[in-house]
């Protein structure tokens, strides 16, 4: 039982919005013609450009479709990656199935506040990019000089008044198969996502139940005490505190 005043702090607790991690975009396309796949594969071979994919989205949450998840063929290290799919599938230390829009984004906004993180990222297919039109507050873009044929394709556009594009590179390296350029563009006005904390606590215990998977999972990796320390949550009753200076930290840096 708790008495009045403390029960009053928790529901003050729990009624406090937080801001919620931004969304970007990670996105290779031939241009004009806006192709990003042919049969389920990457239409061409460009080590640069993954080795900066990697780069950008190491340790963070990442979002594919199941048709994108099948070509790339495996669980991409060092990230959580979420699957969306109608069909059911099997999760693992760093994979997690999701059958909807709503649970991609909740579980990846969930690894990030565990992780301290205020970022995650969707990288395809052209579902996916359809998808999150509407939160996406960044967009890592290479376009890729090429014509290409192609059955999936990235047609968004950037009014120069709502995008501003804040880094412009072209790019041809050794083992590259075309010169590509590589920009990052930004929504003028950011897209703010905020949730309750009490949507944390949800009886049907998704989020504790995304957090024991998660730290069982982390667990056998690394030594107890280490775990300790690399860890701010090291149980589910902690998710509160981290939800409180996730919220603290989070103001104004989207
Ligand atoms: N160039 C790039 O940057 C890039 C990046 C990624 C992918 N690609 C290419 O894009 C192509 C794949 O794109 P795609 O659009 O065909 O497929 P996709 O977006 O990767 O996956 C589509 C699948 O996602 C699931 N899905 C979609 N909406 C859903 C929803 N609302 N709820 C639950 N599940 C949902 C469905 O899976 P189920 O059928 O299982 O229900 C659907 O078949 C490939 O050629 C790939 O190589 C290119």
Known sequence: MFCDRCSSRRERRMSQKLRMPSIAYVVARSW????IGNNNELPW???SDLKRFRAITTGHAIIMGRKTFES????????????????PGNDSDNLKWVNNFENAMFSADIYSIINSLKEFFI?????????????????????????????AYFKMDFPPKQWRTVE??????????????????????????????????????YAENFIRNYIEAERPRVSGME???RRRIDSVNELAEALQSYGKRGRGEL
Do not use: W
């Open 227 to 229: 775990f300790r320390l």
């Open 45 to 47: 071979r460009l080590p």
């Open 72 to 87: 790339i063929g495996r669980p991409l290290p060092n990230r959580m990656n979420i699957v969306l799919s109608r069909q």
């Open 123 to 151: 990288i395809g297919g052209s579902n996916m990019y359809e998808l999150y039109g509407n939160f996406v507050n960044k967009i890592y873009l290479t376009q890729v000089h090429a014509q290409i044929i192609g059955d």
């Open 168 to 205: 412009c590179q072209s790019f041809k390296e050794e083992n590259d198969q075309f010169r590509y350029d590589f920009s990052i563009l930004e929504r003028r006005i950011k897209v703010t996502r905020q949730r309750d904390i009490s949507e944390f606590y949800k009886s049907d215990g």
């Open 32 to 35: 004009p013609d806006g192709v």
